[in-house]
């Protein structure tokens, strides 16, 4: 009896023993196929197409200078003090010794200030300059600089993809400085919760606008933005669901995949996500400005009822065609509004 138990025992662990390695030996079998067919066929890239409309919040890298004015002294003079020293675009990262980040920290570094001679630390473009310079004392141990600055931004846009590790494109073109035209150079940002309240039919000669609702909270945040480039801007987004419910990802076009005639758009100009009729109307793969190669216009007579063509705050909208994401829409012909530019997804996803 006991040796009756003894064998049925070793065979269940020699059962057990083949299960398991045969398990095994059948994961690397079908992970080495999966390598020989990847090796043999590129991948087509998968994304999830959004058409979300999200809240914008970015920092600037230092403080941005858009411009300096005379500010008057003590004795009732006045000076320019940095006139002709820091220009617009460039960015105040240090006052002497202090690191500036945001504007607050400018204005503290200024107000503990106990001598005019300064050392402002600035980058320009791509280099760091130390800029000499004497503030005016506009009071006793009251100084200032005469520089006007900014150091965030903020606005609505609209979600273009989401990959599998949950990262994100969007607006398909880089948020530049209203003033000086120059692309943000952001330490972070972060994406927040929308709801469109109100849409301003766009007209010939104004684009008109999507005006949403977006409060500034942690209960309403939804991710972080890590780049700000000419092609869009990127992060990753933590609350996946709130987005994106009941998704399906779809492939990548490739450039020569993406032809003249009918598309669709998705964008949520009514609160929910919807897909709209288009037409590409031309495309140029190599246009200088990589968000202008494809041209669009708008034929969706529910879509221009409602927006009159493309408006602000649906730069980003996911452009598709014969079931593939080709790109996503950037920029409204302000004296046609049915028709606008698109940036191609490809380009998108090659952010520099």
Wanted: proline fraction near 3%; charge should be negative.
């Amino acid at each position: 009896m006991r040796k009756f138990w003894y064998r049925r025992i070793l065979i269940m662990i020699l059962v057990l023993s083949v299960s398991v390695g045969g398990s095994y030996c059948l994961l690397q079998l079908q992970q080495s196929n999966l390598e020989r067919e990847v090796a043999a066929e590129p991948s087509e890239t998968m994304v999830i197409p959004g058409g979300m409309p999200v809240g914008i919040y970015l920092e600037t890298d230092g403080v941005m200078v858009l411009g300096t004015e005379a500010v008057e002294d003590k004795d009732g003079e006045k000076h320019e003090p940095a006139a002709h020293l820091v220009k617009e675009g460039d960015y105040i990262v240090g006052v002497g010794d202090d690191e500036i980040r945001n504007k607050s920290e400018l204005i503290a570094a200024v107000k503990s200030l106990e001598q005019p001679e300064i050392v402002l630390k600035v980058r320009r473009k791509n280099q760091k300059i130390n800029i000499r310079m004497r503030a005016v004392e506009c009071s006793v141990d009251d100084y200032k600089l005469g520089i006007w600055v900014r150091d965030n931004a903020q606005g609505l846009g609209t979600i273009t993809y989401l990959t599998a590790d949950s990262t994100f494109g969007a607006l398909g073109h880089g948020i530049h400085d209203t003033d000086t035209g120059e692309l943000l150079k952001i330490s972070r940002g972060v994406l927040y919760s929308t709801s469109i309240q109100d849409v301003q039919k766009g007209t010939e000669g104004y684009p008109g606008g999507m005006e949403g609702i977006i409060v500034y909270n942690s209960y309403n945040m939804l991710g972080s933005i890590t780049e700000n480039t000419e092609q869009g801007i990127y992060g990753e987004l933590d609350r996946v669901d709130t987005l994106f419910r009941n998704a399906e990802p779809v492939k990548v076009a490739g450039k020569d995949e993406i032809e003249e005639g009918n598309a669709l758009i998705r964008c949520a100009v009514d609160g929910c996500v919807k897909e709209y009729h288009v037409q590409i109307t031309e495309i140029d793969r190599k246009a200088s400005e990589i968000n202008k190669r494809l041209e669009i216009a708008v034929t969706d007579p529910e879509l221009l009822d409602k927006t009159g063509g493309i408006v602000q705050g649906m730069s980003g909208s996911p452009i598709l065609q014969n079931g593939k994401l080709v790109g996503a829409v950037t920029h409204v012909f302000v004296n046609s509004p049915t028709k606008g530019y698109g940036i191609i997804l490809e380009d998108m996803l090659k952010k520099q």
